[in-house]
């Protein structure tokens, strides 16, 4: 089955600074990797999402990059900013099976 | 508040008691999951429903475990006997498969459970 390898487990940054979070996963069948933000006591939300057919996805300050070959993909986020701080997890999906395989987090922590 | 919501949003049980717990998904979805997420910890599958048909079911979920969706909307989950390893936050969320690929789910609250 899939596994989903999350990395580092803890981040800090400086705000301003950027932050780069990275997940490996290891069914190459997989092809919906999401990023998902979860503040402390709070629910998961979706941030950004990327399918199988694309390399690159941008949405402001975020973006994900995807690399089938390596079976790796990876969060970026710019200009950090102190609301950036919490917990991320990336997951993967195939369409022919429902669940998402969830990576095990990363705090993240904006240094003021 | 028009996303998923769950109830209660918190339980307090004794050991042996059983639990059941509310899950409404955003209505226009047909898709509905439970997970079950520990402190420090990413959220783990239990089970996924697709309409009323529970169409899977993890392995890590025992026969202690049960959930339903009688029609098609909202959906139950109950734990039967529970033990103290069964805190954690449990998680509902639904989403809507309108075409191969479109898997985005949107999460409930979530019911934390403890079980002393």
């Known amino acids: 089955g899939e596994n989903v390898e999350q990395h580092p487990s803890t981040l800090s940054v400086q705000e301003g600074d950027s932050a780069v979070i990275k997940c490996t996963y290891s069914d190459s069948a997989s092809n919906y990797f999401p990023w998902y933000k979860q503040e402390l006591g709070k629910r998961p939300q979706l941030i950004i999402d990327i399918r199988s057919n694309v390399g690159e996805k941008k949405d402001q300050r975020i973006a994900v990059t995807l690399n089938k070959t390596a079976k790796h993909f990876s969060l970026h986020i710019t200009e950090t900013q102190p609301e950036d701080s919490a917990v991320y997890f990336c997951?993967?999906?195939?369409?022919?099976?429902?669940?998402?395989?969830w990576g095990a987090g990363t705090k993240l922590i904006i240094k003021p | 508040d028009t996303g998923v919501s769950q109830d209660p949003r918190h339980k307090i049980t004794k050991r042996g008691q059983n639990v059941t717990f509310r899950c409404d998904p955003i209505?226009?979805?047909?898709?509905l999951y439970w997970y079950r997420q520990t402190l420090g910890q990413g959220p783990e599958f239990l089970t996924y429903?697709?309409?009323?048909?529970?169409?899977?079911k993890s392995r890590l979920l025992s026969d202690r475990f049960s959930a339903e969706r009688p029609k098609g909307s909202f959906s139950t989950l109950e734990i039967q006997r529970t033990e103290q390893g069964d805190s954690a936050m449990y998680l509902c969320?639904?989403?809507?498969?309108?075409?191969?690929?479109?898997?985005?789910?949107?999460f409930g609250q979530g019911t934390r459970l403890t079980v002393v």
């Open positions: 997951a993967a999906n195939m369409d022919s099976n429902y669940q998402l395989i």
């Open positions: 429903f697709q309409n009323e048909a529970q169409l899977e």
């Open positions: 969320a639904s989403s809507s498969h309108r075409g191969l690929g479109d898997t985005e789910a949107f």
């Open positions: 209505s226009e979805h047909n898709r």
